[in-house]
């Protein structure tokens, strides 16, 4: 199996990917070495001669000079890309890899709408999940315990979200499999605590589907969604055998 010493270029790129992410940087936020010249368009003279060195003439204006003008394709502050195909890929997944994990998926959808050769993409692809730089297991679980705890999603709109940034079933049962039931329902209880103050002074049919419906549009099954609306109105004092009528056998 191919180790990543074997790919130099690429632990540069992992350390450099990993080092912005966690904000060890030196203060700019800008990649250097070998990765920032990819990003910049892989030709590090060419970024050179737009630094404006002490030497460099000056306009009458007090502006850069002929020299220190950037190119015509580096207006706008966008460098210019590799012309080869796999350094043209490369350069893309590492700028979008910075500071942001993505799926495989999400990056081969990148480098499609770029028209990066399959065949170059998939090779940079490959090469990347060999250093680490891509891995779609850890993705979902850090998306599942960062969506469930931020936003209270149950396991079914997690495993939906994860489909649509093209995370395999297998790894999506995974990650799912990290909520069991206990803890489900543990948030589902507080999701509806936080929304009860609300809806105090609705009819009780109204209230009961708002409640519900905030939890149905969370992901939360309906059995288990009304049976924790349920026991939340019954500690705070509505009677049983009225909400018995409504929610029969829940």
Do not use: N
């Not at 590492?94 to 998926?105: C, E, F, I, N």
């Not at 990066?116 to 850090?142: M, N, W």
């Not at 609705?202 to 309906?222: Q, V």
């Not at 939340?232 to 009677?239: I, P």
């Amino acid at each position: 199996m191919t180790r990543r010493s074997d790919w130099p270029e690429y632990e540069y790129a992992y350390e450099q990917v990993h080092a912005e992410r966690h904000g060890s940087s030196a203060g700019s936020g800008r990649t250097e070495g070998p990765a920032a010249d990819h990003q910049d368009g892989g030709d590090p003279a060419s970024s050179r001669a737009g630094a404006g060195s002490p030497h460099a003439p000056r306009s009458s204006r007090g502006g850069r000079g002929r020299q220190g003008r950037p190119e015509k394709g580096e207006r706008g502050g966008r460098a210019q890309e590799p012309q080869d195909p796999v350094e043209r890929a490369r350069a893309i997944c590492l700028r979008l890899l910075t500071g942001t994990p993505r799926t495989r998926q999400q990056l081969a959808d990148a480098l499609r709408k770029r028209e990066v050769p399959e065949e170059a993409a998939e090779q940079v692809l490959a090469r990347l999940e060999e250093v680490g730089l891509i891995d779609d297991g850890a993705f979902a679980a850090a998306w599942v315990e960062s969506r469930h705890h931020s936003r209270g999603l149950a396991r079914g709109a997690l495993a939906r979200e994860l489909r649509t940034k093209g995370v395999e079933s297998t790894v999506i049962d995974e990650a799912v499999g990290q909520l069991d039931s206990e803890r489900e329902q543990e948030t589902a209880r507080a999701l509806v605590e936080r929304k009860l103050r609300s809806t105090r002074g609705l009819e009780r049919d109204k209230r009961l589907r708002r409640l519900a419906g905030m939890l149905a549009r969370k992901g939360y099954s309906e059995g288990l969604a009304l049976s924790v609306v349920r026991q939340a109105l019954e500690e705070e004092g509505e009677d049983p055998e009225s909400l018995e009528e409504h929610l029969p056998g829940i």
